[in-house]
């Protein structure tokens, strides 16, 4: 089982910046892609950013040229860094790492950490 510890959430005040870490322990053999999601009230949970092991990033359109997603192999880390804060960023966000094994892939969530943007 892995265990994904999330921080650096909070308040934060619009155009303002936070920056996410989320630590993976546990049973890890081979962390193919980390990531980040977010759930705002009343919304479905949906995909920020992703990194994968080879480096390769993918974000959503909403935070294309605001946030940047990138990782700590060694560390097992994954971080998320978020400029220009907009109020519809307010969501609680999530950690996701994605373990290949030899016949399946194994997916893991962070328990999630809150991100309040005030305007």
């Known amino acids: 089982q892995v265990q994904l510890v999330e921080s650096g959430g909070g308040l934060v005040q619009a155009g303002g910046s936070l920056t996410l870490s989320c630590a993976a322990s546990g049973s890890i053999f081979s962390i193919n892609v980390m990531g980040w999601y977010r759930q705002a009230p009343g919304k479905q949970r949906e995909l920020v950013a992703t990194i994968n092991s080879n480096g390769s990033t993918k974000y959503a359109d909403s935070v294309k040229g605001r946030f940047a997603i990138s990782r700590d192999s060694a560390k097992n880390t994954v971080y998320l860094q978020m400029n220009s804060l907009k109020a519809e960023d307010t969501a609680v966000y999530y950690c996701?790492?994605?373990?290949?094994?030899?016949?399946?892939?194994?997916?893991?969530w962070g328990q999630g950490t809150q991100v309040t943007v005030s305007s």
């Open positions: 996701n790492v994605v373990q290949v094994g030899r016949f399946a892939e194994y997916t893991s």
